[in-house]
Each structure stands twice: as structure tokens, then as C-alpha cells.
């Protein structure tokens, strides 16, 4: 920030202070405002944003604490200074517990002064820049309310984006909690019908009579109950998009129904004869393996054949574990405003715990973890205790799915690690490798001496 930029407030019952002050700070190039009491000092706190608040402890009326107080409230990310010519410990204790960022004792150095609001205006351009490099960071990983910056999810985007501009049926694969519906709706947004709807179906969440009418509408005495004619989500979805969710779970009649529809774009509702044409953009998922359903005889070949156009798989979180940081700032983010709570970070070792977990529920399961931990927390920081996870060993165990040769050599790694409490000589041996070849192991997939998955950061430290 520059320092025209940067507005400085200064508060003292003492005019000569509030002139010397004034004077000393404008020539460092500074914008001042002066106010000689606490309420004069909190109409401008509301009036208008202050970068520095320097304030008199001892004033009439309002003391500097009491000022400093409901300055916080203001304007938090404003920073003070307390002036005073009778410093002690409990004074100094008191403020900084407030939020002071340091004191001054009069009669002071201007010197003294002039480097102080140097080092406040240094940290709060870092924190200006750390705010922003957050900011760009995100939009940079971010597709729509995906979050991602694994090269495979990157590559998911990419697909998503171009898949989006065509009129083409989607089927959306991957694991429950994956984000599925979230993806078909980011899909939806980038397309040219996104000023439609978008309209969702939970195929699995009903059953056969009630999936056809909701799909399809009734007529009025089409079945017990039916006392009017209802559209259904295909007319609903005209123009739009439908996201037909758990795809795989359809019976076999409305397989064949769905097969109409795709092929010619018309249907008629249940127990009736009038045709309804629809101009709708399809989007199916599901988390069950469709070629093995067809090969079982369970989903016709013709209409995995229909949905199959452009298949976008998305993978789970236990094989993008680099997110996890960022999808944990994410919902503290996301969280916090929803809860009105404000959480600063979760703490080294939770962060641990939370890499090392299996994550069958995968980014639902995350949120859900997170958000428990944010309940239960007593303080700024979530701990390993508030995430209600069982440690975990870090070789992964029990977590499902195949695996390539080099996850089994990481695992064997963690394991070897753990077992040998992080000894490297020994583990290197058990290994029958040298330490040189296993700290670049270690380096390569991000493990530290303990064989727990780590951030850059907490590996580089441990290696």
C-alpha cells in the first residue's frame, strides 16, 4: 500500500500531541486525521476507513482501551498503537489483549514512531497480499463451485467447459460425494441454456410409478390420487437442462422410456394420448459401473449407448489429496459465513489427520468433518479432537478401488515409516534402498519422517 494511501487517525485530548503528530506523519507522506476524544474518534471510525488508529490511553470520558474496543468492532483489520506516558505491564497486557498492535511511552522518538508505522504498513500490505494471492489462487482452481487444483480434476474442467457448449448428453461417473450434481450444474451455467432451467431427478429416491409420472406428468385420473393434470420434469426442464442423478438405479420400463425420449425428444404423460415434444439437454450420473450393468443384463446396452456420448469421471478425493487443503479453506470459508463463525485455520496436526483419512464419503464427507469441527471447536483453530476421525494408519488401509504400482510403493513406505517411528537409516534399510533414494521418495510423494501425507510446507520440515 502506498503511503498516500495509507490513513493514519490519531487520538488525543492534548492539541499540541495531535499538531506534533499530525506534522512528524505528513511528511513521511501519510493522510492524517486527528480527533481529540473517543467519540469524535468512533463518528469517524464510522464514517469513512482508517489503515492506523494511534490513540491517548488516558482521555476524559472514553479511555484509549475503550476506544480501541469499539474501534475492533468497527473496523477490525485496523491497527492501533496506544500512547502513553504510564506504561506498566498490565497496561501493555491490556491492550494487546484487545487487539493493540504495540504502545508507545511519551515522551517518544519521532524516529521511534516513523519505524513503527513503517513495520505496521509492511505487515498489512502482506496481509493485503496474501488476501488477494488467496483470491486469484481460487478463481484460478476454481470451475463454477468445484474446487480443484489436481491435474486430473483440472482435466475434468477442461472436458466440463467444452462439453458445455454442445447440445450433447452428459453422464457424469464417480463415487458418491464427488460432487456430481455440482458439476452437472456448473455444466448447465457455462452452457448457452443457462438462462433456462435446470432441473434435477433423484432416480433412486422413488419408486417406478412415482419416477414415470415425475418425469414424465399425468394426466387427471391417471392413478389413485392424480385429481389434475401435473407436467412433469421434462416439460419443466424445456429449453433447460435435466440432471437425471443415480441413473443406474431405473428399472428396466423406464430404461425403456428414457431410450424414447433420447432418440425423439417427445412423450406422453402418464395415462394419456397427447404428444409433448421437449427441447432438453440431458445430464445423467451415477456412482455404479454401467458397462458391468449391461454386461450383467441389469441397464440396456442401447441406452448406455444413448447417455455414453461425452463421459466426464470424476475422481475421488483419496486420489486428489492435494485438494484437501485447499477444500478445507474452502468450507471454513464457506462455513464460517453460513454459521456466522469465523475459524482462522485448522491446526498442523488435524491437518494430518485429515490427509491421512480413506475418504469413502469423499468432498461431502469433508464438509461434513469440517463443519463438526467448527461446531465443537473452542477456539480460532480446529484441532485433531474436533474432527471426530479415528487416526488412521498411514498406509490407507480399508481405503476401496484399484491402485497403480506406485500407490502401492508409497503405502509400503508410509507403512515402513510408521512402523519404524521415522528412523531413516532403519526404514531405509527394511527398504533395501539407500536414504538418499528414500528421502526422494519421501519428497515425491509428499510424506514425512512419521509416514503421514503432508503439505509442502510440513514435509519440507520433516525431510
Known sequence: MSRERTRILIVDDEEIVRESLSGWLEKDGYTLGTAPDGMQALAL???????????????????????????????????????????????????????AYDYLVKPFDPEELSLMIQKIVAQQSLVRENVILRKVLKREYRFRDLLSKSPGMQAVFDLARTAAKSQSTILVLGESGTGKELLARAIHAESPRRQAAFIDVSCAALTETLLESELFGHEKGAFTGAVGRRRGKFELAHGGTIFLDEIGDITPKLQLDLLRVLEER??????????????????????????????????????????????????????RREDIPLLVDHFLELLGAEMSRHIDSVSPEAMRLLMAHCWPGNVRELRNV???????????????ADLGLLPTAPVLAGCEGPVSLEEVER?????????????????ARVLGIDRATLYNKMRKYQVGRDGAPETGEAEAESV
Not at 82 to 92: G, N, P, Q, R
Not at 370 to 384: D, F, L, N
Not at 413 to 424: R, S
Open 266 to 319: 417427445r412423450f406422453a404423460r402418464v395415462g394419456g394420448n397427447e404428444t409433448v415434444q421437449v427441447d432438453v439437454r440431458i445430464v445423467a450420473a451415477t456412482n455404479r459401473d454401467l458397462k458391468k450393468a449391461v454386461a450383467d443384463g441389469d441397464f440396456r446396452e442401447d441406452l448406455f449407448y444413448r447417455l455414453n456420448v461425452i463421459p466426464i469421471a470424476l475422481p475421488p478425493l483419496r486420489d
Open 370 to 384: 469440517i463443519e463438526r469441527g467448527m461446531v465443537v471447536t473452542t477456539s480460532s483453530v480446529i484441532q485433531a
Open 45 to 99: 471510525l464510522k464514517a469513512e476507513p482508517w489503515s492506523i488508529l494511534l490513540v491517548d490511553l488516558k482521555m476524559p470520558g472514553m479511555d484509549g482501551l475503550q476506544v480501541l474496543e469499539e474501534a475492533k468492532k468497527l473496523q477490525p483489520d485496523v491497527s492501533a498503537v496506544i500512547m502513553t506516558a504510564y506504561a506498566t505491564v498490565d497496561t501493555a497486557v491490556a491492550a494487546m489483549k484487545i487487539g
Open 411 to 427: 503405502r509400503h513406505i508410509c507403512g515402513v515409516l510408521h512402523d519404524t517411528g521415522g528412523n531413516i537409516s532403519q526404514a
